[in-house]
């Protein structure tokens, strides 16, 4: 609401006329919050002024137009039963619905021009205008001193505002990004405790580190490689991608997916170390590209504030329908970011962020700062300890990673309406704030690891870091499916998780994780330790499709016909192929043999989950004359399906 002070000048005498009302607009905060209160209360002690000749880049950050009708529409888009179901709006569909007007707009770059401020960036969806100037014009329009302080818990100083600045608009601003280093973004990554020994044992990178493509393996083990889809990686550096390169090098792979490096502010998209550590970018590339080799793109945005990169995000063209965080910061504001989360979910994007390697969320201190996973409008995702069956080779068991971030939102945001279900059921969950994670992956140390143009490492790093990137290649991989089927994507999939998480088909879905703990232990059903879990192949991915509404196989015969010698046999391979999360041994039987035939099968049953093949033998009757067709029954998990062999005797 726009407030006006107004002073209406009356002639007290009877006959004089009344003069005209003199109306000036009053300077209005922005929305959100930017003072620390260690600045208001005095923890952070003041050492002196920036520069006023100092340049410092801002963006000034306009709100939504109609929030209302937003949270609405965003109820429809992931009601199944609403006609306005995954009907998700384009970059200037939501300008134009929700974004801010075009005079609002043009009012903010015409006040930050008048005020000696230099415009050097605009956003097509109306919600960032970048500006650049001296500290001094900087203070003067937003009637604030750009003090420097000393920090309260580390060793060094860090600017800020003295007071919540106040710029003369007559529309309120949502939030001004960059006038504070009080929080300086950290990768959710680990390194293994000197001393500590490797992790791995089972993978299939140098001293048996898991590789991208192990954790494509263990979660997956399809065909799909995401095709057709793009992933976007948050990223605070740039990168040096001699280190990506080096990687499949050493890893005897090739990568094939375009990567972009893109500057969303103009920070440099380059990184050579020592003055610059792309470990984390590198990692976050590996990940997302193991797990869908086969993406049209993979792109990198690079800046300096979140506000710059997650709009480019948001208004990218294609949009990436899958997004990746694993950096963690703390903002003076929890909501600073959720305008452009909520243009993510009503555009068809999820974003998976890293939940951080501390253990479990306390209210206060070292491990609070994980922010922003603890958001409603993103998919926050915790760290395992993975083993595998065999180097490349299938999921065969996981456990809670002692470091993995999880627990009560220390920022206080409500529980949202897809979580309310799951909490009920979790005895540590809190009813009333958002609970985390929401899934989970591996993230202990053993992994694969080239970053910095040096040495390459193996089980040395480990990290949430590691998760989310690998969930959002697994989302591109379920998106290439999704696409094929109705031509949309999935969008954001927090509630779809849930409803996936509480139905019958959960245990064959996800991996739920029932042993370890980050400081809440890991529990049957979703936890504060892994949430749901891990996904489990292809039936994950087939319950977010919706490709099976209920668990069920089907059967098929190669060949289809034989040809068999009077007293002799012959062979066809039946393969059972299993959908919607089935997960049960399969028995096979034949009916409609000849008279003296015999039919094995081998194995049988086909053990559980069901996928697989049998080889079956028909032994023909010395007696048997002409053709017939034996039908082939399968049995399990409450399903029946059937195939069938046209068997011709030749008579010798």
Same mark, same amino acid.
């Given at each position: 609401?726009?407030?006006?002070?107004?002073?209406?000048?009356?002639?007290?005498?009877?006959?004089?006329?009344?003069?005209?009302?003199?109306?000036?607009?009053?300077?209005?905060?922005?929305?959100?919050?930017?003072?620390?209160?260690?600045?208001?209360?005095?923890?952070?002690?003041?050492?002196?002024?920036?520069?006023?000749?100092?340049?410092?880049?801002?963006?000034?950050?306009?709100?939504?137009?109609?929030?209302?009708?937003?949270?609405?529409?965003?109820?429809?888009?992931?009601?199944?039963?609403?006609?306005?179901?995954?009907?998700?709006?384009?970059?200037?569909?939501?300008?134009?619905?929700?974004?801010?007007?075009?005079?609002?707009?043009?009012?903010?770059?015409?006040?930050?021009?008048?005020?000696?401020?230099?415009?050097?960036?605009?956003?097509?969806?109306?919600?960032?205008?970048?500006?650049?100037?001296?500290?001094?014009?900087?203070?003067?329009?937003?009637?604030?001193?750009?003090?420097?302080?000393?920090?309260?818990?580390?060793?060094?100083?860090?600017?800020?505002?003295?007071?919540?600045?106040?710029?003369?608009?007559?529309?309120?601003?949502?939030?001004?990004?960059?006038?504070?280093?009080?929080?300086?973004?950290?990768?959710?990554?680990?390194?293994?405790?000197?001393?500590?020994?490797?992790?791995?044992?089972?993978?299939?990178?140098?001293?048996?580190?898991?590789?991208?493509?192990?954790?494509?393996?263990?979660?997956?083990?399809?065909?799909?490689?995401?095709?057709?889809?793009?992933?976007?990686?948050?990223?605070?550096?740039?990168?040096?991608?001699?280190?990506?390169?080096?990687?499949?090098?050493?890893?005897?792979?090739?990568?094939?997916?375009?990567?972009?490096?893109?500057?969303?502010?103009?920070?440099?998209?380059?990184?050579?170390?020592?003055?610059?550590?792309?470990?984390?970018?590198?990692?976050?590339?590996?990940?997302?590209?193991?797990?869908?080799?086969?993406?049209?793109?993979?792109?990198?945005?690079?800046?300096?504030?979140?506000?710059?990169?997650?709009?480019?995000?948001?208004?990218?063209?294609?949009?990436?329908?899958?997004?990746?965080?694993?950096?963690?910061?703390?903002?003076?504001?929890?909501?600073?970011?959720?305008?452009?989360?909520?243009?993510?979910?009503?555009?068809?994007?999820?974003?998976?962020?890293?939940?951080?390697?501390?253990?479990?969320?306390?209210?206060?201190?070292?491990?609070?700062?994980?922010?922003?996973?603890?958001?409603?409008?993103?998919?926050?995702?915790?760290?395992?300890?993975?083993?595998?069956?065999?180097?490349?080779?299938?999921?065969?068991?996981?456990?809670?990673?002692?470091?993995?971030?999880?627990?009560?939102?220390?920022?206080?945001?409500?529980?949202?309406?897809?979580?309310?279900?799951?909490?009920?059921?979790?005895? %540590?969950?809190?009813?009333?704030?958002?609970?985390?994670?929401?899934?989970?992956?591996?993230?202990?140390?053993?992994?694969?690891?080239?970053?910095?143009?040096?040495?390459?490492?193996?089980?040395?790093?480990?990290?949430?870091?590691?998760?989310?990137?690998?969930?959002?290649?697994?989302?591109?991989?379920?998106?290439?499916?999704?696409?094929?089927?109705?031509?949309?994507?999935?969008?954001?999939?927090?509630?779809?998780?849930?409803?996936?998480?509480?139905?019958?088909?959960?245990?064959?879905?996800?991996?739920?994780?029932?042993?370890?703990?980050?400081?809440?232990?890991?529990?049957?059903?979703?936890?504060?330790?892994?949430?749901?879990?891990?996904?489990?192949?292809?039936?994950?991915?087939?319950?977010?499709?919706?490709?099976?509404?209920?668990?069920?196989?089907?059967?098929?015969? %190669?060949?289809?016909?034989?040809?068999?010698?009077?007293?002799?046999?012959?062979?066809?391979?039946?393969?059972?192929?299993?959908?919607?999360?089935?997960?049960?041994?399969?028995?096979?039987?034949?009916?409609?043999?000849?008279?003296?035939?015999?039919?094995?099968?081998?194995?049988?049953?086909?053990?559980?989950?069901?996928?697989?093949?049998?080889?079956?033998?028909?032994?023909?009757?010395?007696?048997?004359?002409?053709?017939?067709?034996?039908?082939?029954?399968?049995?399990?998990?409450?399903?029946?399906?059937?195939?069938?062999?046209?068997?011709?005797?030749?008579?010798?």
């Amino acid at each position: 609401m726009i407030r006006r002070l107004c002073t209406s000048l009356l002639t007290i005498a009877a006959l004089v006329p009344v003069v005209n009302m003199v109306c000036k607009a009053q300077s209005l905060p922005p929305v959100t919050r930017h003072v620390r209160d260690v600045v208001l209360n005095g923890q952070a002690k003041s050492v002196g002024r920036l520069p006023a000749t100092q340049s410092m880049r801002l963006v000034l950050v306009l709100p939504h137009s109609n929030e209302a009708a937003l949270q609405s529409l965003l109820q429809d888009l992931y009601d199944p039963s609403n006609p306005s179901y995954h009907q998700f709006l384009a970059v200037e569909e939501f300008t134009n619905r929700f974004g801010p007007t075009q005079a609002d707009y043009d009012a903010v770059v015409n006040f930050a021009q008048t005020h000696g401020l230099t415009v050097v960036g605009t956003s097509r969806n109306r919600m960032n205008v970048d500006v650049m100037g001296p500290v001094a014009s900087i203070e003067a329009a937003l009637h604030v001193n750009m003090a420097v302080y000393q920090h309260p818990t580390e060793s060094r100083t860090f600017y800020s505002p003295d007071r919540e600045p106040t710029p003369d608009l007559s529309i309120p601003l949502w939030h001004i990004s960059g006038l504070d280093n009080y929080s300086i973004p950290q990768p959710a990554l680990a390194r293994r405790p000197a001393g500590a020994q490797p992790a791995a044992t089972t993978g299939s990178g140098p001293s048996a580190s898991f590789l991208g493509s192990d954790m494509r393996a263990a979660y997956y083990g399809g065909t799909l490689t995401g095709s057709g889809q793009s992933v976007g990686l948050l990223e605070y550096y740039g990168t040096d991608l001699a280190d990506l390169n080096t990687y499949y090098t050493n890893a005897s792979q090739t990568n094939n997916v375009p990567v972009t490096l893109l500057s969303t502010d103009g920070t440099s998209t380059s990184c050579t170390y020592p003055s610059c550590d792309d470990t984390e970018q590198t990692i976050d590339m590996t990940q997302a590209l193991g797990m869908a080799p086969g993406m049209s793109s993979l792109v990198m945005y690079v800046g300096s504030t979140d506000s710059a990169i997650f709009n480019a995000m948001a208004t990218a063209s294609p949009l990436n329908a899958q997004l990746s965080s694993s950096w963690t910061w703390t903002p003076a504001d929890p909501n600073t970011d959720n305008p452009y989360f909520e243009e993510f979910a009503a555009q068809g994007q999820n974003l998976f962020q890293a939940a951080g390697d501390s253990g479990k969320w306390t209210a206060t201190g070292r491990d609070s700062r994980i922010w922003p996973a603890d958001d409603v409008y993103l998919t926050s995702v915790g760290g395992t300890d993975l083993e595998t069956s065999s180097a490349g080779g299938p999921w065969a068991s996981e456990t809670a990673w002692s470091d993995g971030g999880g627990g009560i939102s220390p920022n206080k945001f409500a529980i949202p309406s897809w979580q309310t279900a799951a909490a009920a059921g979790c005895s %540590s969950c809190s009813k009333t704030y958002r609970n985390g994670p929401d899934v989970s992956a591996n993230a202990n140390f053993t992994f694969y690891v080239c970053a910095d143009q040096t040495t390459c490492t193996a089980n040395d790093y480990g990290g949430t870091s590691f998760a989310a990137p690998m969930w959002a290649g697994y989302l591109a991989l379920a998106n290439q499916q999704e696409f094929a089927n109705t031509g949309k994507t999935l969008g954001f999939i927090n509630p779809a998780l849930y409803t996936i998480g509480l139905s019958s088909s959960y245990d064959t879905d996800f991996h739920d994780i029932t042993s370890g703990s980050n400081g809440y232990s890991a529990t049957t059903g979703y936890d504060l330790a892994t949430g749901w879990g891990s996904p489990n192949g292809a039936n994950l991915l087939n319950a977010l499709t919706g490709s099976s509404s209920s668990p069920s196989f089907s059967l098929s015969a %190669s060949p289809s016909s034989i040809s068999v010698d009077r007293g002799s046999s012959g062979t066809s391979t039946i393969t059972a192929t299993i959908s919607g999360g089935f997960n049960a041994a399969i028995t096979l039987s034949a009916s409609g043999e000849g008279t003296g035939d015999t039919v094995t099968f081998s194995p049988n049953p086909i053990p559980a989950p069901g996928s697989g093949t049998s080889t079956m033998t028909v032994k023909v009757g010395k007696a048997a004359l002409g053709n017939h067709k034996i039908t082939i029954t399968g049995t399990g998990g409450g399903v029946t399906s059937t195939t069938t062999v046209t068997v011709d005797v030749l008579v010798k």
